[in-house]
Structures are given as structure tokens and as C-alpha cells.
């Protein structure tokens, strides 16, 4: 029997930074930046999307070996069994589960496939860890009760009125010349959004595994990048050492083989890490206070002020309960890629 795999999920709403975090990630020796590997089978197989490296996914190398390992003439029948099994409507169910103490997703025929894919990734590059950036906490439920999965959850939180402006943002999926868009849902549905994926993450993980989370606030990542850097690939079980700083906020960084993502995945060569805060002056009165009172809770519980132009402070937020892995519960997140405007997803 192989040892597990171990997967370093990042979860969580998107625009949170987690595609800088996967890309600076896979930078460290021993761990492989896999991207949002929920897209393989759609983005990847069947639309042939760009890889992290630029290839079309079906013509990158790696990406061969690990598909001559599946079945991808069912990629199609796949992807859509993965849409049914994780839509938003079995939230409840999914909580309900998991509060019992039962698998959250039930299992099912396919889960033998995506079992393999993880150990094919690991097996095909080496990685003792592999990154999924996939976010959505009802994948990462899924991916935990796996066999051959060891899963630990990295949960990048942001400020919801940044989320909020930067999904407003129009943007090609991968890159500016990209006809095809990064979707743009309206500031009411990202606050809801947020504050939905980021209690169910909680609820998921930061309640009941503490030792196996690490909630990290994208306003302290970029505020001190090596250092939550650091936090982070020791959290992943990596050394720290020999990562791609050249400075405390900036990295540089060689092509991945990531899956989907941010376009910003793309990026390669010098890359100061830096917080994008251009919502703080652009996001309009109405949509800041819309998504401030939608997002109440969650404000709260995640440490950030009501009131627009009060920085939070670092570190702030409730702590992660207990886990001595979550070191108080202190967060990190990670920020638009230098200058070039491309913030981080
Ligand atoms: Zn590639």
C-alpha cells in the first residue's frame, strides 16, 4: 500500500489570494502547485485549457502522464457528475452529514478515479505535497474522505468589500486576450457568497480538525509575505528553507503546471507581493455598505471593521480553536502580483 497523499486544500471564497499562494507554493522543493484540480476534467480535458506552464493542458508533458493513468474519453460524464454532487443547494444536507459525523459527500462510483488522479499527480512529479486550490469547502469534503488522502486546509480569508470589487473586475480566464471571462456576479451574490463558503469552511474544518487548518488573512500575508509564508509550508508539512524570496515581499518564480486559476498563475520571473487596495478608493458607498451588512457575521468573526478606511489589524479575528498547526488562528493572505494590476484570486 502507498502512503497517503498528502493535499494541501486551500478553501474559501474566491479573490482571497489563492492563486499567488499556490504559485509561490510550488515553488518549494517538494511540493507541486497543482492549480483548481475540480476543473481537470471541464477546463482541462474537454476545453483544453491553458496550463500554468502556457501548453494547452492535453500538451503539457506532466499533465500526459497523469492522464494516460485515467479514463478521460469519461472526463464529460465526470465533470458533470462532480457539478451535480457539490451544488449549492445540498449545503444543508452537506451540514447536516458532517454534524453526524458521516462522509459530508456520499460516496460515489467516480471516487475511485479521483482517488487515483491524486496518487497519480503525487506519484508523476515527485511532491509530497500537492496543492488544490480549488476552494469550494464542498470539494475539499469530498477530497477528505477519500482513500489515500491525507488532507490539511489552508483557509485564505480576505475582506469581503475587496472580494466583493475585485469580482467586478473584467477579466479573460487567462489573461487579458482571453475572449473568455472570469464570471462577474454582482456585489450582492460575492457578499453572500463570501459569507456562505467561508462559514461552511469554518463549520467544515475550524470547529472539529484545528490540528489539520490554518486560517490565514490575505491582509497579513501581504503585510509580512515571507514570514506567513513560512507559517504556511511548515503548516504543509514542507521545509521552509530554499523558497522563492529574494526579499520579505518579493519572489520569483518559474512556470507551474497548474490547472486553473487565477490568470495571474501565468506569471513568471521577478514578483513583489503586494496588497491590492484600490477597492479602499474605487468601491462605491452603496456596494460598500450592501456588502458590509450582508457580510455581518462574518466581519466579526474573521476580524474586520465595519467602517470604511479602518485598516485591520493584523492578525486580527477569532482565533482557530485550539489547533497548536493554526498558531492562534492568525491569518494570511496574499495580494495582487505587483504592478502589472493582475490581483490575486
Ligand atoms: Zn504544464
Known amino acids: 500500500m502507498n502512503p497517503p497523499v498528502r493535499v ?85 444536507a452537506l451540514l447536516r452529514r458532517h454534524r453526524r459525523g458521516l462522509r459530508p459527500v456520499p460516496a460515489h462510483p467516480d471516487d475511485a478515479v479521483l482517488a487515483d488522479l491524486y496518487a497519480a499527480v503525487a506519484r508523476h512529479t515527485g511532491a509530497r505535497v500537492v496543492v488544490d ?16 488522502i491525507e488532507l490539511r486546509v489552508l483557509h485564505l480569508v480576505r475582506d469581503p468589500r475587496a472580494t466583493a470589487f475585485s469580482w467586478r473586475r473584467r477579466r479573460g480566464l487567462d489573461g487579458d486576450t482571453d475572449p473568455e471571462l472570469m464570471s462577474r456576479p454582482p456585489v450582492w451574490k460575492a457578499a453572500l457568497l463570501w459569507l456562505v463558503w467561508n462559514t461552511v469552511t469554518v463549520r467544515l474544518w475550524g470547529d472539529r480538525a484545528p490540528a489539520g487548518y490554518l486560517r490565514v488573512r490575505y491582509e497579513d500575508l501581504t503585510a509580512d509575505p515571507e514570514a ?8 504543509a508539512g ?33 514578483v513583489p507581493i503586494t496588497a491590492d487596495v484600490q477597492w479602499r478608493r474605487d468601491l462605491s458607498r452603496w456596494s460598500y455598505a450592501l456588502v458590509t451588512g450582508l457580510t455581518a457575521p462574518g466581519l466579526r468573526r474573521f476580524g474586520y471593521p465595519w467602517r470604511r478606511g479602518v485598516p485591520a489589524p493584523a492578525g486580527a479575528g477569532r482565533p482557530a480553536r485550539g489547533g497548536p498547526a493554526a498558531t492562534g488562528g492568525r491569518s494570511v493572505g496574499v495580494g495582487r502580483a505587483g504592478s502589472t494590476g493582475h490581483e490575486e484570486g
Open 133 to 148: 486550490s480549488s476552494k469550494l469547502p464542498p470539494y475539499g469534503a469530498l477530497l477528505g474522505a477519500l482513500p489515500g
Open 228 to 235: 506567513t509564508l513560512r507559517r504556511i509550508v511548515a503548516f
Open 8 to 92: 494541501l486544500y486551500l478553501a474559501g471564497s474566491g479573490r482571497s489570494g489563492s492563486t499567488l499562494v499556490t504559485t509561490v507554493l510550488g515553488q518549494y522543493d517538494g511540493v507541486f502547485a497543482a492549480g483548481e484540480l475540480r476543473y481537470l476534467w471541464q477546463r482541462g480535458e474537454l476545453k483544453n485549457r491553458p496550463c500554468g506552464c502556457g501548453r494547452p493542458l492535453r500538451d503539457c508533458p506532466l499533465w500526459d502522464r497523469v492522464r494516460r493513468e485515467l479514463p478521460t474519453d469519461r472526463a464529460a460524464a465526470i465533470a458533470a457528475g462532480l457539478r451535480g454532487r457539490l451544488r449549492m443547494r445540498g449545503l444543508p
Open 238 to 270: 514542507v521545509d521552509p528553507d530554499g523558497g522563492p524570496f529574494t526579499g520579505p515581499a518579493t519572489v520569483r518564480l518559474t512556470p507551474t503546471h497548474s490547472v486553473a486559476g487565477n490568470p495571474s498563475r501565468h506569471r513568471t520571473g521577478p
